[in-house]
Each structure stands twice: as structure tokens, then as C-alpha cells.
């Protein structure tokens, strides 16, 4: 093999010195550089602030005579009267109304906490209510400030008559009944009225002896919390729905589980027995009702039209009718025998969230979200009455068996019994007979009467099942 010569040598040599002024220019670069600091002007995130805002809600909405038109005025004109709260941390701003395309301006704004009221002239048959159309308030909460509603309008009342007072009684609990240790969500009397069954969401059904407000059975197989409770006609069997989609039946003197009926794809919120116990109907989270035949469990029907959500559901007592509500304000009444509508109201007056048959079958009472509750003709298409006093959501309605009363549960925490006897005169504006039942400490969610109207049986978030004496009417 041949030696290098000298100009191989220079090429070696002189390559050897690039690289090695390459290695040591690296050394120096990555030894000079180092971590960057945040200059004085630098800028760093900001923590998240919590901002208190306003929130207005509408509290209370009807048809009404201008407060301060002079009695000597039989003719006052009627108008819309609704009543704004500020449900928010902060006060608002000045902010508008706007009624059926009429604007009032609240120039003061509206402090935290507090009311203020408004009164329009005229009504329509349908009612628009918008708060603060032009976004002059920034809110906590920006969707309910609209609504849209059908109204009742009110009898109007003799010249110079004085308004009615309101007579309100405040009654305490003759029995507290504790046990369950989640929320009580559904309540059912047996037929005899001798026995009261719970559903809870600890995933409990529990039977209470009346008469000594006692524990008489804990029943276990739900593996979710038990929505809806009630007993058969006869009071043999007990049915219960659950979030599994599943109805149980249930034997009421063994507690043994007899039946589990499979169709729902949603929670079951409602049940309702047909008067002579061959049908049990059902509504669910599904968006339909089923109706199964209890002799063997087997599904009738699926009534499935184009529904919302189901938020109550009952039959008549005639058993020939089947009414229930649902989430987006509808009410429809089904002639049970034919399945063939009898009526449907749509958007009837805000979000309906609870429904019961009177012990006639010629009323329906229906609760909203809003908390007001509204008295309808199975056969008409607009309210017979309204009733405003609940702060929140009308959560369960029962009526008193000989139609009396009407009691309602409340997510504000208070149970309210209701006289009728003025709706049945035909005189509205009677003076009525307001009861509030004080003890619950939650939002009360199912009520119901004893069979002899005696009793009245409340289950709230508080955990508590509380037994009200109803006075006389």
C-alpha cells in the first residue's frame, strides 16, 4: 500500500482542524446559553375571577284589572300584571319589558332579592313575555327571561266590591316518618288506606303502617332509585318504576317481587293503574307511554306520536279517559277505550311538570316549573283557573278524594293545600283558602291523600315522609 503524500497530509490535517473547531464552537454555544427569565413586562394568566351578576326571573304572571284603577270604575280594563325578581348576587341596570310587543322601562333597575311590578294593557289568547329584549343586562342566567303563556281571565268583580283576602294557615306535621336515607321521590296509599308505600333514591321501597306511622317492611331488589309508586285496586299488588327502565310488581303481603316488565328505553318517572286493575300504564324519560295488561305482565300498546318527556300521567276514575303532561307544556287526553284523542293543548302554559285527575274526571290540575298550578276542562283547550303562590317548580298535585282540596308539593320546600269550592260556584274570586304545611327542610317532592281524605302523606329531599291532618274545608 502506497504512503499518503505531503498534499494528502495537508488535506488530513486541515480537515482534523475544521472538526475541531466545530466541536469546541458547540461546547462554547451550549455552555453560554441558558434558561430565559420573564421580563418585567411579561404577562402571567390571570386567576379566574367569580363575578356576581344579576338574574331576572319572572315570578309571577296573570291576567289582572290595573292595581290602582278606582273601584268606582266597574269597567276597569284588564291587562297583563306580572311580577319581576332578581334572583341573581348583584343589582341589575336599567332594563325593559316587552308584553305582546308593548315595552316598559324599569329605569331604577331591580336590586338583589327583590320585586318590582308591572301592569299592561290588554291581553292576547297566547301571551308573550320577554325580559330585557335588548340585552342591557349581563345575567348569571340568560335563558329564562322569556316565556309563553295561555292565560285564564278572571271573573270581574261587582262595583266596588273589596278584594278578596287571602285567609292563610300555617300547619305542622302530626307524624314525622324517618328511615329512608336518600331523597323520597313517590308516595301511594293502598286502597284501605291502612298502608303507605315509598319509593326512595337509596333504592328502597318501604311499606308504613298508617295508623302508627310505623316501618312495616323494607322491600329490596330495585338496584337504582325507585321514581314512581302505587297500589293496584284491589291492593294486592304493588307497581314501582325505576331509572333501569324496568316495572316491578310487587306482592303487598309477602313482598315478594312477582312481575318485571321490560318495553321502557328511559327512566320511569309515572304509573297509573286503570280503575278496574287489568291495565297499568306507564310513562317514561322514553318519550312514550305503555300500557300492559297485569294479568301476565303482557305489553298492550306503545304510545309513541312524536312525544317529550312524560311528567305525569293518570287515568280518570271512570277509567275511560287517560290524561298526561309532558315536559314541553303539552297536555293530551286519551279516550282509553279507542285510543283516539280526546284533546291535545299544546304549549299549554309554560313547562308542565306534574298532573292529576280530579275524583269527578271533569278537572285536571297541571303544575309548572314556573310554580303556578292551572285547572283545566278535560274537554276544553284553555285554563279554568290559575293559582300563584309556590317560588319554584310544582313538583306532585293531589286531589282531596271528595274534591275539596287540592294539595301540591314544591321544589321551594313548602306543601300548599288549595279550596276549591270557589271553582265549583263559579265565583274566582272568592276569598281563598290557603294552608301552608310547615316542617319539611328540602324540596318536596310526591304528596298524596288518604283513600277517606283524612291524611295527607308528603316525601321531600329531606329524606322524611311527613303525615299533615287536613282541616276542614
Known amino acids: 500500500m502506497a504512503c499518503p503524500t505531503w498534499r494528502h497530509k495537508k488535506q488530513y490535517i486541515w480537515l482534523i482542524f475544521i472538526l475541531w473547531s466545530l466541536i469546541i464552537a458547540g461546547c462554547g454555544l451550549s455552555n453560554g446559553l441558558s434558561e430565559p427569565t420573564l421580563t418585567s413586562g411579561a404577562t402571567i394568566a ?10 331576572l ?7 289582572a284589572p290595573e292595581t290602582l284603577a278606582p273601584c268606582a270604575q266597574p269597567s276597569n280594563p284588564l291587562g297583563i300584571y306580572l311580577r319581576i325578581y332578581n334572583a341573581g348576587d348583584a343589582a341589575s341596570p336599567a332594563f325593559e319589558v316587552q308584553v305582546n310587543g308593548a315595552i316598559q ?3 331604577a333597575g331591580l336590586a338583589a332579592g327583590r320585586y318590582t311590578s308591572l301592569w299592561f294593557l290588554g291581553y292576547l289568547p297566547e301571551n308573550v313575555v320577554f325580559l330585557d329584549p335588548s340585552g342591557a343586562v349581563q345575567e348569571s342566567v340568560e335563558d329564562n327571561n322569556q316565556t309563553r303563556r295561555i292565560l285564564p281571565v278572571p271573573t270581574r268583580l261587582p262595583d266596588c266590591q273589596a278584594t278578596p283576602v287571602v285567609d292563610l294557615d300555617i300547619i305542622e306535621p302530626s307524624a314525622v316518618l324517618s328511615g329512608h336515607t336518600g331523597p323520597v321521590l313517590s308516595l301511594s296509599f293502598s286502597p284501605d288506606g291502612s298502608l303507605l308505600a315509598s319509593g326512595s333514591v337509596d ?3 318501604r311499606l308504613w303502617q298508617v295508623d302508627s306511622a310505623s316501618l312495616l317492611r323494607t322491600m329490596q331488589g330495585h338496584p337504582f332509585q325507585v321514581l314512581s309508586t302505587v297500589f ?4 294486592t299488588t304493588l307497581a314501582t318504576g325505576s331509572d333501569d327502565g324496568l316495572v316491578r310488581i310487587w306482592q303487598v303481603s309477602s313482598g315478594s317481587l312477582q312481575h318485571t316488565l321490560q318495553g321502557h328505553a328511559g327512566w320511569i318517572y309515572h304509573l297509573a293503574y286503570r280503575p278496574d286493575g287489568r291495565i297499568l300504564a306507564s310513562g317514561a324519560s322514553d318519550f312514550t307511554v305503555r300500557l ?5 305482565g303482557k305489553l298492550l300498546d306503545t304510545i309513541d306520536e312524536g312525544m317529550a318527556e312524560i311528567t305525569g300521567l293518570a287515568f280518570s276514575p271512570a277509567g275511560d279517559l287517560l290524561a298526561w303532561s309532558e315536559k314541553n307544556g303539552t297536555l293530551r287526553v286519551l279516550q282509553a ?3 283516539s284523542w280526546l284533546q291535545i293543548v299544546r304549549a299549554s302554559a309554560g313547562d308542565t311538570n306534574c298532573l292529576a285527575f280530579s275524583p269527578a274526571g271533569d278537572l285536571l290540575a297541571t303544575g309548572s316549573l314556573e310554580g303556578e298550578i292551572f285547572l283545566w276542562s278535560v274537554e276544553a283547550e284553555q285554563p279554568l283557573a290559575s293559582f300563584s303562590g309556590h317560588i319554584q317548580a310544582v313538583n306532585a298535585l293531589a286531589f282531596s278524594p271528595d274534591g275539596e282540596w287540592l294539595a301540591s308539593a314544591s321544589q321551594d320546600g313548602t306543601l300548599r293545600l288549595w279550596n276549591l269550592r270557589s271553582l265549583r260556584n263559579e265565583v274566582e274570586n272568592e276569598a281563598e283558602h290557603r294552608i301552608i304545611f310547615s316542617g319539611h327542610t328540602a324540596p318536596v317532592k310526591a304528596v298524596a291523600f288518604s283513600p277517606d281524605g283524612a291524611l295527607i302523606a308528603s316525601g321531600s329531599e329531606d329524606a322524611t315522609i311527613r303525615f299533615w291532618e287536613v282541616p276542614e274545608p
Do not use: C, F, Y
Not at 232 to 235: I, N, R, T
Open 337 to 339: 277505550a279507542e285510543l
Open 105 to 107: 322601562e324599569v329605569e
Open 292 to 296: 300492559w295488561r297485569t294479568s301476565d
Open 203 to 205: 333504592n328502597t321501597l
Open 46 to 55: 390571570p386567576s379566574e375571577i367569580i363575578q356576581s351578576l344579576p338574574d
Open 232 to 235: 293496584s285496586p284491589s291492593g
Open 57 to 63: 326571573v319572572i315570578d309571577t304572571l296573570k291576567i
